[in-house]
């Protein structure tokens, strides 16, 4: 009787706790994954992330190859798949990694008793995360709701275990696919787009897959992370590692980021570079805190954790949120990011905190509107990640951002951007303007042909937006 491995967010086979699970069974295994658009709850993805799936799935399928098996996808409703697919091939298991959306635990809970049912055992391991949210608690056996106290109770707890090596060699099972269920080929599920093919600027940023992944943090540790506190939060510096897509999909584990850079810090050995380390382990930090709250509140894309922003009057304003998404504010810091991002499907964090916080108080438009932007535009569009961060920055969510903290954009493009670098490389038209007024091209005459005027005047935003926190502040 076979194992299943279903691959799922884990698209990578070294540190794959499930596939290595699976691997010492001694049994032959059938590595499958499920493209669900029918289960209810699941959240489908945007066109960057499925374009980003596409590459790993075919990565993926590469390595598993190179080792004696390969990949099988299914598309369609997963619980019918799985317990088909196990009933077909009398499989012995199924193992996977887990994820922490609500609706994805509730799949997986529902599956788990109907394969016990037919006699399947199923087993789950953590390969998304250092700490399973659970692990983490307050005292008083609570979650967290501060960032600074859940770190030190996770660093408290344990070291992150170390990685796993990649199994050395799959045994496949071979079934006879002739008769039951019928996989498809990667090119069925279309998750790349066509016509018009909006990819391009995506295709020439990026290498998908785990080998890319390897890539960039190769490259990451080599040039980057003796630098990583002190130019961080520089867009013009590219001095962050870009490893969020491939997180986002598992091309990598944070575990092997967690261990590669501290092998890296300890080969340096000076003091620097532990603070270094510091700040990029940190950050990985956020991640997990992340992941805290997701598990704890599943509807967190939807929900504001603190109820009184429920009665935040937000704007309705299309063209306003359409010249955020095109980038056509006004601002230089703010639309180089929101261009950066169509062109990349990223975009630098220090960024991305600028014009969220735009949208949420210089446009007084819901950060749902953002998040939802972001999802859809972003490679490393993530369900935890992504919901927390926007509730961070619109002071609705957990250990958020002070409500009277408005981001000038005109004195963080100069602080961030002093020579205009990164405004110029995603603003051609403002290139051949001086640093000095760069970030402030309506301030000069005539020189600014084809880029907008300001949609809202930073004084003027700034003070409605003090007024409505303050207004729920007071009637809350
Ligand atoms: P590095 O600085 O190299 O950090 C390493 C890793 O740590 C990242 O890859 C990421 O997994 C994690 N990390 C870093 N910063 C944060 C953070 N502030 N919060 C949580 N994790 C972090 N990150 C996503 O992965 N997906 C998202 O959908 C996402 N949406 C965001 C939306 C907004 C409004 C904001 C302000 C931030 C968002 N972030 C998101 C967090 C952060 O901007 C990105 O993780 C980071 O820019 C990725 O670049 P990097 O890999 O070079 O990061």
């Not at 490393?380 to 981001?407: I, K, L, T």
């Amino acid at each position: 009787r076979p194992v299943i491995l279903w691959f799922r967010a884990d698209l990578r086979i070294s540190d794959n706790p499930a596939l290595n699970a699976a691997a010492a069974t001694g049994r032959k295994i059938i590595c499958i994954f499920v493209h669900d658009e029918e289960s209810p709850g699941l959240r489908p993805l945007g066109g960057a992330a499925r374009w980003w799936l596409h590459g790993s799935l075919e990565a993926l399928d590469g390595d598993l190859r190179r080792r004696g098996a390969w990949l099988s996808i299914y598309r369609g409703r997963t619980q019918t798949i799985i317990l088909g697919l196990a009933a077909e091939t009398n499989a012995a298991a199924i193992f996977w990694n887990r994820r922490y959306g609500g609706a994805e635990r509730q799949l997986d809970e529902t599956l788990k008793s109907a394969l016990k049912t037919q006699g399947v055992e199923a087993k789950s391991f953590n390969g998304h995360l250092l700490h399973e949210p659970w692990e983490i608690r307050t005292k008083a056996g609570q979650p967290f709701r501060v960032f600074s106290a859940f770190w030190r109770a996770a660093q408290e707890t344990r070291d992150p275990v170390l990685p796993l090596p990649a199994p050395a060699r799959l045994e496949p099972f071979r079934s006879d696919h002739r008769k039951g269920l019928q996989a498809v080929t990667l090119a069925d599920l279309a998750l790349e787009p066509s016509t018009p093919d909006w990819a391009s600027g995506l295709r020439s940023s990026w290498r998908r897959g785990e080998q890319g992944a390897h890539d960039q943090l190769d490259r990451f540790l080599d040039k980057h992370i003796g630098n990583y506190a002190g130019f961080r939060d520089y867009p013009d510096r590219a001095a962050t590692s870009r490893l969020s897509p491939y997180l986002r999909f598992g091309n990598i584990s944070p575990r092997q980021l967690w261990h590669a850079a501290a092998a890296a810090t300890h080969a340096e050995g000076h003091g620097t570079s532990y603070r270094n380390l510091e700040k990029f382990q940190t950050e990985l930090g956020w991640r997990e805190f992340s992941y805290h709250l997701l598990y704890r509140h599943p509807d967190l894309a939807n929900r504001n954790l603190q109820p009184q922003f429920d009665a935040m009057p937000w704007r309705i304003d299309p063209q306003a949120l359409r010249a955020w998404q095109t980038g056509r504010t006004g601002y230089p810091f703010v639309d180089a990011g929101m261009r950066e991002l169509w062109h990349t499907g990223w975009m630098h964090n220090r960024v991305r905190m600028i014009v969220a916080s735009f949208l949420v108080k210089h446009l007084l438009i819901d950060w749902r509107q953002g998040e939802q932007w972001f999802w859809d535009t972003l490679v490393d569009a993530d369900p935890a990640n992504n919901p927390a961060s926007w509730q961070w920055v619109a002071g609705s969510g957990a250990d958020a951002a002070p409500y009277f903290r408005v981001f000038n954009p005109v004195l963080q493009g100069e602080k961030f951007d002093p020579d205009g670098t990164y405004i110029r490389r995603w603003l051609p038209e403002l290139s051949s303007l001086p640093s000095s007024s760069i970030h402030r091209p309506c301030e000069l005459e005539g020189i600014t042909a084809g880029y907008p005027e300001r949609i809202v005047e930073h004084k003027q935003a700034r003070a409605r937006a003090l007024q409505a926190y303050k207004d729920l502040r007071t009637t809350s």
